[in-house]
């Protein structure tokens, strides 16, 4: 709460807002104690935390500071992001939408005049008491950098006076934001984007529409369960009832109408009027069932709309928008497996080498033109790639035998590639490819993904089954667009590579 007192004191020497024009969003960030996900580090609602207020012991502060300084007009959560199940995050969001409903009828009752000892506090706060108007504009007069008349100060005062008994006038929102968040969880295992766009999207896409591990199984929402009530039971059974194959943000929303639906609340003003309330217009058409009915007076105690709602979703966005990819400069066999080393390392993907337990990645390896090396012809027992199976033969039907002729042009003069090497390392990668070709699926062997960083823990793979490669030939790291680039170490002085967008 020590910031709230500091944004005070700024914005006392701040000009008051213009008439009429935007007000200042400015809000507190509660820590709703909700609990931890499964990764410690990202979940920022436990019972310790380094972010936001903590609402089980301060909640008083919080509403105090609410009826003192009617500047503060948003609240903000956020209870992590991976790792994090949506009925977790939808608990946090109810907690403190709950909190917002107690501020708005603290600071109702308080600009009502009978607000008890709240409402005498706020009519004390930020110099709104006229009795002392003149000795708080003489104490900020004396802290501007620049000099100004008392009369001018005084002015100001008395306009941001008259700017916080508007926002406390009955019938108006207190709240004019509430920032939810982001943290919706990214599948990272496989490509299927089902769970990002839903089975339908995914198959308008042309994508893979396999349903997740988590959500196999699950029948569509039964007629008991949408007719149940709110609350963290109702979220519970909704979540285990939900329909499988909707996407993310379907389940969520879902799960917040159960548990909060005054949060969607619309076709709700301040005075009720006939209508439609985006224009104005009346319809002489067949009647909304969403307008509501003409009125001859408003109500005495109209409903408030709901304060903005605001998301933060980031990593779900743009995770799949990216793969990163290094050259492989050379390999050899030690210690009973094959090493391969790339340009891919623990300087781009920070969490995955230093945090391999929490964040392990799919390493793929494609050959110098970028086709995908299919580790075995049974495709039961491929693993993991970056494109769907049926759409990987239809790009590369020959396997193996590609490969030999991409090296071949690779040596060829006239050929023209992205990134051409060396005639030498041309001409060596020409032959392990007709080597590589041959061998077939029995040149599988564990195989170490390593960096170019000077640590041996610069890995992004360890005995793992991989197909045969040689230099010349990528190292494919997917679902790289978040949290990654803007992560890069300048460990070994080497610099962040190229981003290409295609």
Known sequence: MQEVERVAALLRELPPEPA?????????????????GRIAALSTAGRVSKFGVPLGEARSEVLTAFARHPWLNAL????????????????????????????????????????????????????????????????????????????EVAVGQQQRQQQQQQRQQPGRR???????GGGLPVQYGSDDLGWLLGADGAAREGLATVVAEAQGGQKPVSEAASAGGTGAAAVAAAAGEMEAGCSVFERYVTLLRRRLPDLFASGQSVCCRAGNASNGAVDDGEADVNTPPPLLQPPLLPPLPPPQLVTEFGRCLVAKS??????????????????????????????????????PVRVELCGPMGHLKHPHADPAAAAPCSLPQQQQLQQNPQGDAHEQAERSALSTPSSTTALPLPSSTAAATTAAGEADADAGPSAMAPTDVVGPLCFQGDRLAEAVSLPPVAPGDWVVVPDVGAYCLSMYSRYNSRCSPPVLGF
């Not at 207190?174 to 939810?180: G, K, N, P, S, V």
């Open 322 to 359: 990216a793969f990163a990819a290094g050259r492989v400069e050379y390999v050899k066999e030690c210690g009973g497996r094959r090493v391969v080393v790339s340009g891919l390392g623990g300087d781009l993907l920070v969490r995955a080498v230093y945090l391999p337990d929490t964040w």
């Open 20 to 36: 009429g024009g935007p007000e200042r969003i400015i809000g507190l960030r509660i820590n709703p104690q909700v609990g931890e």
């Open 76 to 151: 903000h959560l956020h209870v992590g992001s991976q790792g994090v199940p949506l009925e977790l995050t939808v608990e946090g969001v109810a907690r403190v939408w709950e909190l917002a409903q107690e501020i708005e009828a603290t600071c109702s009752s308080g600009s009502s005049g009978s607000g008890g000892s709240l409402s005498s506090s706020a009519n004390n706060a930020d110099g709104a008491g006229s009795s002392s108007l003149q000795e708080d504009a003489a104490d900020v007069a004396d802290g501007l950098p620049s000099v100004q008349s008392l009369s």
């Open 174 to 180: 207190r709240l004019l934001a509430f920032d939810i």
